[in-house]
Nanobody, 118 residues
Framework: QVQLVESGGGLVQPGGSLRLSCAASVISFSTYAMGWYRQAPGKQRELVATMAGSGSTNYANSVKGRFTISRDNAKNTVYLQMNSLKPEDTAVYYC????????????WGQGTQVTVSS
């Protein structure tokens, strides 16, 4: 059974940093596009950042220059380094693994809470 397990969330002051991790128990991890999404209370889930197996990345405008997505294919893990955090970054952050080639797989983690507050 595929599992995505996020970790690294917590409470941080504005301007601070956090690093989220997501360990994926999938076969052929490098074939998956990995992504981070977030959902704030009363809002829809939104894309934060994605990284294809090739290494190409995509970021939401609101996090460009502050957040960095990376992956370690040897460890089946994707990371989200979040710097210069703002209160509006407060949300539950979800990890996603997507594969769309000869098969279609779309997996989600359980989410990790990030709260930015003084």
């Amino acid at each position: 059974q595929v599992q995505l397990v996020e970790s690294g969330g917590g409470l941080v002051q504005p301007g601070g940093s956090l690093r989220l991790s997501c360990a994926a128990s999938v076969i052929s991890f490098s074939t998956y596009a990995m992504g981070w999404y977030r959902q704030a209370p009363g809002k829809q889930r939104e894309l934060v950042a994605t990284m294809a197996g090739s290494g190409s990345t995509n970021y939401a405008n609101s996090v460009k220059g502050r957040f960095t997505i990376s992956r370690d294919n040897a460890k089946n893990t994707v990371y989200l380094q979040m710097n210069s955090l703002k209160p509006e970054d407060t949300a539950v952050y979800y990890c996603n693994a997507l594969r769309r080639d000869i098969v279609y797989y779309d997996f989600w983690g359980q989410g990790t809470q990030v709260t930015v507050s003084s």
